[in-house]
């Protein structure tokens, strides 16, 4: 092995790892608020076919004037929407999934039909208030992404979507935020909100829900 070899080795190696660390960076970066939403998510109007798709089948029976909701996007999994809303004078916890994943199969004619499955919660008006103000605190807070081209492999999207009276809904997004993040915070209250759902009778972890969405929301004050 000669001495030039060695020597451009060391050099590919350490311009790699420098791009690496660029990278990583960069997302660190972007992980700290959200982007744009793409208009197809963010509003009711027509999109492309895919996310037409999923604002049609995981939107059914859902208000478009919400105080939080967020559209999660996994690359395989099955898609679903987490929806806060107030019905009646009771605050709930809307979850919309279905049996398998839309973007994969949505061309296919001879896929199986999407069966959309609900669960809902009631939730305490002080959560509801809380999560409708991180919501829109974070959205907010949105930025245009730097121009530089992101390395994305397979992920999960979170669409971020609220209504403000006076204003309408607006809308932000994220992608597979780094672990750690404020974004990626953000996302793990998602996850918690589908537990929600799934266990109503958990006012433990409602209490618990409070309480990160109360810290998050002081976090995203901070300068």
Same mark, same amino acid.
């Given at each position: 092995?000669?001495?030039?070899?060695?020597?451009?080795?060391?050099?590919l190696a350490s311009a790699v790892l420098f791009g690496l660390l660029s990278y990583t960076s960069y997302a660190q970066h972007q992980d700290s608020h959200l982007v744009p939403a793409r208009a197809a998510l963010s509003t009711w109007a027509h999109g492309t076919e895919y996310y037409a798709e999923v604002r049609k089948v995981l939107g059914?029976? &859902?208000? @478009?004037?919400?105080?939080?909701? %967020?559209?999660v996007l996994p690359s395989f999994e099955p898609e679903?929407?987490?929806?806060?809303?107030?019905?009646?004078?009771?605050?709930?916890?809307?979850?919309?999934?279905?049996?398998?994943?839309?973007?994969?199969?949505?061309?296919?004619?001879?896929a199986e039909k999407a069966v959309l499955h609900t669960r809902r919660a009631e939730i305490s008006p002080e959560l509801a208030t809380a999560l409708a103000r991180l919501w829109n605190r974070a959205i907010?807070?949105?930025?245009?992404?730097?121009? &530089?081209? @992101?390395?994305?492999?397979?992920? %999960?999207?979170?669409v971020f979507m609220a209504f403000q009276a006076g204003v309408g809904e607006r809308a932000g997004e994220t992608w597979s935020p780094a672990?750690?993040?404020?974004?990626?915070?953000?996302?793990g209250i998602v996850t918690d909100l589908k537990e929600v759902a799934l266990a109503p009778q958990n006012k433990e972890l409602q209490q618990r829900l409070l309480h990160y969405a109360d810290l998050l929301d002081k976090q995203l004050q901070v300068p």
């Open positions: 092995m000669t001495n030039e070899y060695c020597r451009f080795t060391r050099r059914a029976g &859902l208000s @478009s004037n919400a105080l939080a909701q %967020v559209v679903y929407i987490v929806s806060v809303e107030k019905q009646n004078g009771r605050y709930l916890l809307l979850y919309n999934t279905v049996q398998r994943n839309l973007h994969s199969s949505f061309r296919d004619e001879k907010q807070q949105v930025r245009y992404p730097e121009p &530089l081209v @992101s390395m994305r492999s397979d992920g %999960v999207s979170f672990a750690g993040s404020t974004m990626a915070l953000l996302t």
